[in-house]
């Protein structure tokens, strides 16, 4: 059903033009229903009572009432894009996902990024890591590299992810929103948290502050594997280099910009892509065997450390072009469902305890968050191959199995098949050890590469993270956290140790910090382990 109606549309330079009489959808309700009147509800007489038969009345206002899912737990401001990621030459030598085959195959992707602690609408250029998650729909199914803008992480177990994220976001009791201000929480968790130190370092920095989504990098963070036809394992880091390189701004102006348009980051982004400016980046991969990785002084499944890109220089792979926004903010962008678990055939996991930790956490995540074990139903989240599996029925299933047969093996011939030869199968790495809560001293060493980031900066970056972490503990209203943190500093650099604690106005400088502690600890607990005494 059609009526006819003036419509207005916007030109180029925002002028507006009256269009011809053109045809437009009757208004309807959700069940398809013509609506004659949107603007008055159903009453007795012009000033009496809305009755409760009004069903029209009362399905849009209960469906407004529903607008709002919980905001991501983590990373709930973001904002994505679609494009593709184009494979240079085949990786079959070292894997045999089907999207390393072939040279210049196109694979479509959708990405999201974020800042984490704030909340859905904090502002953009707040001090914070950026996520950068990648879902690339290939023909063995989606494929999520959950990774950030940074290359190494703040913890190196997963049990310590929500300590630290109740630490750094809003304290239980005054919810201050924490995007902005420093406070004695996040600082505390730190402080006794020395892990954490070497991320501190490039929190600090300015690739906190990125001038544009279009200019960061982006990091798988974790040794991963890539597994060839002859199931043959070589450890791989994910890198994501942008084309335009990479650019921040300095503190004072990010203030600026959050204050004069807190959606920066997200109006560049969409500005530059209808303006057909794609923004590029090149997928870089740093490939190690077993010997390669003995042979360093940290442990590749410790997510605090990286390996040197002069060491192991990176080889590009392929490239990530983005070229098209959502057509919806909440259909793609809300509801789209990262999962580091989301793996095809040919790429693996290694043990880095963090990943393991978060195969588990993001499923339940999503279910949680889009409120259904469905939530592979939308669009968004939907493998772009074939698919087919026997899971049935749950709120909003949108298929179904088609059929007699909702299991397998039958004997109807119905439904699908493994396929030993193509499935997914997890390289069979030989695993031995007590079953107990520990931590290898192979991650005991906190500062070292703390202090090659920081040693690797130019003077002005190096004052950069002077200023910042003395506005930052300036923040805080506990003494000892600060001193603890200058303690922490002492073992990475005493120049930037004594600037801060100068710039702080401490009296007296604490004494370097304990490196070991944490480890010792677990190590305690290691040897009075009985297995291992006898
Ligand atoms: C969300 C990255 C560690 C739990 C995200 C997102 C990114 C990300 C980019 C946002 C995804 C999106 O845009 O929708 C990382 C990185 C980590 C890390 C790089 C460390 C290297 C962890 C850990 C856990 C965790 C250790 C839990 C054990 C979550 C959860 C969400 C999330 C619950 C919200 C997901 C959602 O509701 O969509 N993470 N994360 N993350 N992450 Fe992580």
Same mark, same amino acid.
């Given at each position: 059903?059609?009526?006819?109606?003036?419509?207005?549309r916007?030109?180029? #330079?925002?002028?507006?033009?009256?269009?011809?009489?053109?045809?437009? @959808?009757?208004?309807?309700?959700?069940? #398809?229903?013509?609506?004659?009147?949107?603007?008055?509800?159903? !009453?007795?007489?012009?000033?009496?009572p809305?009755?409760?038969?009004?069903?029209?009345?009362?399905?849009?206002?209960?469906?407004?009432?529903?607008?709002?899912?919980?905001?991501?737990?983590?990373?709930?401001?973001?904002?994505?894009?679609? #494009?593709?990621?184009?494979?240079?030459?085949?990786?079959?030598?070292?894997?045999?996902?089907?999207?390393?085959?072939?040279a210049g195959?196109?694979?479509?992707?959708?990405?999201?990024f +974020?800042?984490?602690?704030?909340?859905?609408?904090?502002?953009d250029?707040?001090?914070?890591?950026?996520?950068?998650a990648v *879902?690339?729909?290939?023909? =063995?199914?989606?494929w999520?590299?959950?990774?950030?803008? &940074?290359?190494?992480f703040?913890?190196?177990?997963?049990?310590?992810?929500?300590d630290?994220?109740?630490?750094?976001?809003?304290? @239980?009791?005054?919810?201050f929103?924490?995007?902005?201000?420093?406070?004695?929480?996040?600082w505390?968790?730190?402080?006794?948290?020395?892990?954490?130190?070497?991320?501190?370092?490039?929190?600090?920095?300015?690739?906190? $502050?990125p !001038? +544009?989504?279009?200019? &960061?990098?982006?990091?798988?963070?974790?040794t991963f594997?890539?597994?060839?036809?002859n199931?043959?394992?070589?450890f791989? *880091?994910?890198?994501?280099?942008?084309?335009?390189?990479?650019?921040s701004?300095?503190?004072?102006?990010?203030?600026?910009?959050?204050?004069?348009?807190?959606?920066?980051?997200?109006?560049?982004?969409?500005?530059?892509?209808?303006?057909?400016?794609?923004? =590029?980046?090149?997928?870089?991969?740093?490939?190690?065997?077993?010997?390669?990785?003995?042979s360093?002084?940290?442990?590749?499944?410790?997510?605090?450390?990286?390996?040197?890109?002069?060491?192991?220089?990176?080889?590009? /792979?392929?490239?990530? /072009?983005l070229?098209?926004?959502?057509?919806?903010?909440?259909? =793609?962008t809300?509801?789209?469902?990262?999962?580091t678990q989301?793996v095809?055939?040919?790429?693996?996991f290694?043990?880095?305890?963090?990943?393991?930790?978060?195969?588990?956490?993001y499923?339940?995540?999503?279910?949680?968050r889009?409120?259904?074990?469905?939530?592979?139903?939308?669009?968004?989240?939907?493998?772009?191959?074939?698919?087919?599996?026997?899971?049935?029925?749950?709120h &909003?299933?949108m298929?179904?199995?088609?059929? !007699?047969?909702?299991?397998?093996?039958?004997?109807?011939?119905?439904?699908?098949?493994e396929?030993p030869?193509?499935?997914? !199968?997890?390289?069979?790495?030989v695993?031995e050890?007590?079953?107990?809560?520990?931590?290898? =001293?192979?991650?005991?060493?906190?500062?070292?590469?703390?202090r090659?980031?920081? $040693?690797?900066?130019q @003077?002005?970056?190096?004052?950069h993270?002077?200023?910042?972490l003395?506005?930052?503990l300036s923040k805080?209203?506990?003494?000892v956290?600060r001193?603890?943190?200058?303690s922490?500093?002492?073992?990475?650099?005493?120049g930037?140790?004594?600037?801060?604690?100068?710039?702080? #106005?401490?009296?007296a400088m @604490?004494?370097?910090?304990?490196?070991?502690?944490?480890?010792?600890?677990?190590?305690?607990?290691?040897? +009075?382990?009985? $297995?291992?005494?006898?």
């Amino acid at each position: 059903v059609t009526i006819h109606d003036q419509k207005l549309r916007r030109g180029a #330079g925002g002028e507006l033009h009256q269009l011809a009489s053109v045809a437009t @959808p009757v208004l309807t309700t959700a069940q #398809g229903g013509p609506v004659s009147d949107d603007q008055n509800s159903l !009453r007795i007489g012009p000033r009496g009572p809305t009755v409760l038969e009004d069903f029209h009345f009362r399905e849009k206002i209960f469906h407004f009432d529903h607008e709002r899912i919980p905001e991501r737990v983590v990373h709930a401001r973001g904002y994505g894009a679609h #494009g593709y990621f184009e494979t240079y030459e085949s990786l079959a030598k070292y894997t045999r996902a089907d999207i390393f085959q072939r040279a210049g195959e196109k694979t479509p992707a959708f990405v999201r990024f +974020s800042t984490v602690a704030g909340n859905k609408g904090s502002a953009d250029l707040a001090r914070d890591v950026r996520g950068f998650a990648v *879902k690339l729909y290939t023909q =063995e199914g989606n494929w999520d590299i959950v990774g950030n803008n &940074m290359p190494v992480f703040f913890i190196q177990d997963a049990i310590k992810f929500p300590d630290l994220i109740h630490a750094a976001k809003a304290e @239980p009791n005054s919810d201050f929103p924490q995007a902005q201000t420093a406070h004695d929480n996040f600082w505390d968790f730190i402080s006794l948290t020395p892990e954490s130190m070497h991320m501190i370092m490039w929190a600090m920095s300015d690739r906190a $502050i990125p !001038r +544009s989504l279009r200019f &960061m990098e982006g990091f798988g963070v974790h040794t991963f594997r890539l597994i060839n036809a002859n199931d043959e394992s070589t450890f791989v *880091k994910f890198l994501w280099k942008p084309k335009l390189g990479l650019q921040s701004v300095a503190w004072n102006e990010a203030v600026k910009i959050n204050g004069a348009d807190p959606d920066f980051h997200r109006r560049d982004l969409w500005d530059a892509i209808h303006a057909g400016n794609f923004p =590029e980046w090149e997928l870089q991969l740093q490939l190690f065997d077993q010997a390669f990785a003995d042979s360093f002084d940290f442990d590749i499944l410790d997510p605090t450390k990286l390996i040197p890109e002069e060491v192991l220089p990176p080889i590009a /792979v392929g490239r990530l /072009v983005l070229d098209r926004m959502p057509d919806n903010f909440f259909a =793609e962008t809300e509801q789209v469902a990262f999962m580091t678990q989301n793996v095809p055939p040919g790429i693996d996991f290694s043990n880095d305890p963090l990943l393991q930790g978060r195969n588990f956490s993001y499923l339940d995540t999503q279910i949680k968050r889009l409120g259904s074990t469905n939530f592979t139903h939308l669009p968004i989240n939907a493998p772009k191959c074939p698919f087919h599996h026997f899971q049935q029925d749950g709120h &909003m299933a949108m298929r179904n199995p088609v059929g !007699r047969a909702n299991y397998q093996p039958n004997s109807w011939d119905e439904g699908p098949r493994e396929s030993p030869a193509n499935g997914f !199968r997890s390289f069979a790495e030989v695993e031995e050890g007590p079953k107990a809560r520990l931590r290898s =001293e192979t991650f005991a060493d906190h500062y070292s590469q703390a202090r090659q980031f920081y $040693i690797s900066q130019q @003077p002005v970056e190096q004052a950069h993270i002077a200023s910042a972490l003395t506005f930052e503990l300036s923040k805080v209203q506990t003494p000892v956290i600060r001193e603890r943190i200058v303690s922490h500093l002492l073992n990475i650099d005493d120049g930037l140790a004594a600037k801060v604690a100068d710039a702080l #106005g401490l009296k007296a400088m @604490p004494k370097p910090a304990d490196a070991a502690v944490a480890t010792r600890r677990d190590l305690a607990a290691l040897d +009075s382990l009985s $297995i291992l005494k006898n």
